[in-house]
């Protein structure tokens, strides 16, 4: 069953809300800010092993607990901030996830010398395949398995999948022309 039509037999309602507030303003819509992009890998990666329900219940911790995604302070905490978020219980304490975290942040710096910016070194690999996609990520960031990158990349708009075409969000995805829709114009 989609995330669309799940949406609707959820319970309670408080679950139903907090799910459909991601599907209808969220999920799939094309982001241009490098450091939300930056925040959606973040929550992609500590939702692995975990429900997405868990990570959007505690974004806002995750948010706080990370200087609001500043790509820069990240890539600048020290050991005593690895610390600080490890026993931060409003987040998801993970070692690995954490690490991966601070590491992906230095990455996306050097990417935003290299590039300009996270955003346009995603558009400088699109259109890849998913299998592309994933052995590119799995070079460059950390912690990045193949569900993390196709759900990063489809809840971010260069892949296609997020809504089914019956889905009222569909037409709102199309008119913000994710990248997914450019590459299938151009065919």
Not at 59 to 69: D, I, L, Q, V
Not at 76 to 84: L, M, P, Q, V
């Amino acid at each position: 069953m989609s995330y669309c039509l799940a949406i609707d037999g959820m319970q309670p309602e408080s679950r139903k809300e907090l799910h459909k507030n991601y599907h209808d303003n969220y999920y799939g819509f094309p982001i241009h800010d490098d450091n939300e992009l930056f925040g959606r890998l973040l929550l992609e990666i500590n939702q692995a092993g975990l429900s997405w329900e868990t990570v959007l219940k505690k974004e806002e911790s995750f948010r706080k607990a990370y200087s609001n995604f500043d790509i820069q302070k990240v890539a600048a905490y020290t050991e005593e901030d690895r610390e600080r978020l490890l026993n931060d219980s409003g987040i998801i304490r993970n070692r690995l996830k954490v690490n991966a975290a601070i590491e992906n942040a230095k990455t996306i710096v050097e990417l935003q010398k290299d590039f300009g910016s996270f955003e346009k070194w995603l558009e400088h690999h699109h259109p890849k395949t998913l299998q592309e996609w994933m052995k590119l990520f799995k070079k460059t960031f950390k912690f990045t398995g193949g569900e993390i990158v196709n759900e990063f990349l489809m809840s971010t708009g260069y892949l296609k999948g997020c809504h089914t075409e019956s889905c009222p969000v569909y037409d709102k995805i199309l008119e913000q022309n994710p990248l997914w829709k450019q590459a299938e114009d151009n065919l």
